[in-house]
């Protein structure tokens, strides 16, 4: 629909527009034709704004909390990618069971994401990830500090 025809040009009309288009055409998952976001960037988006989280650090260690009620341990992936901790997963609809329908349904179902940059400090090989009562969370522990160099000291001959 060209809201110009109707006389609504908008900038923020236009802008509605286009989100529009762009997520409505393109279902390969790449980049749309005009230049938008494509279906997978706008699916994960959704995913990761859907996704809360908790981080702390500790003296010792970067904790990383995540709700995630419902969920078993299998349906949870944590990665690392380039320094980056990636938590992701899918929640599955429960199976329908025959005469029974739902009245409301507003638990979220799909897939779910979230990305963080991990501190340079972050060691990526001690990582460990424990989900219990539908909380995951994740531990990531940091590097111990480099050592302060030692001035050098140079003896002063005398000529």
């Known amino acids: 629909m060209e809201f110009s025809l ?23 998952g790449n980049k749309s034709n005009n230049g938008g976001p494509s279906r997978a960037y706008v699916r994960d988006a959704r995913a990761m704004a859907a996704t809360p989280a908790d ?14 009620p419902g969920l078993k341990s299998g349906d949870i992936k944590v990665q690392v990618e380039d320094n980056v ?24 179902i799909g897939k779910f994401m979230r990305k963080f940059a991990l501190p340079e400090n972050a060691n990526t090989d001690k990582i460990s990830a424990v989900c219990q009562d539908g909380v995951l969370t994740v531990t990531v522990e940091k590097l111990p500090p480099p050592e302060p160099k030692k001035p050098k ?6 000529a």
């Open 55 to 68: 981080v702390k650090e500790y003296p010792n260690s970067y904790v990383f909390i995540v709700d995630m």
């Open 6 to 28: 109707m006389g609504l040009d908008t900038p923020f009309l236009r802008n509605l527009q286009h989100i529009l288009e762009s997520t409505d055409d393109n279902t390969t």
């Open 153 to 158: 000291t140079i003896q002063v001959q005398v």
């Open 85 to 108: 901790l990636v938590i992701s997963g899918e929640r599955n609809r429960e199976e329908e069971k025959e005469g029974v329908k739902y009245v409301r349904m507003e638990r979220r």
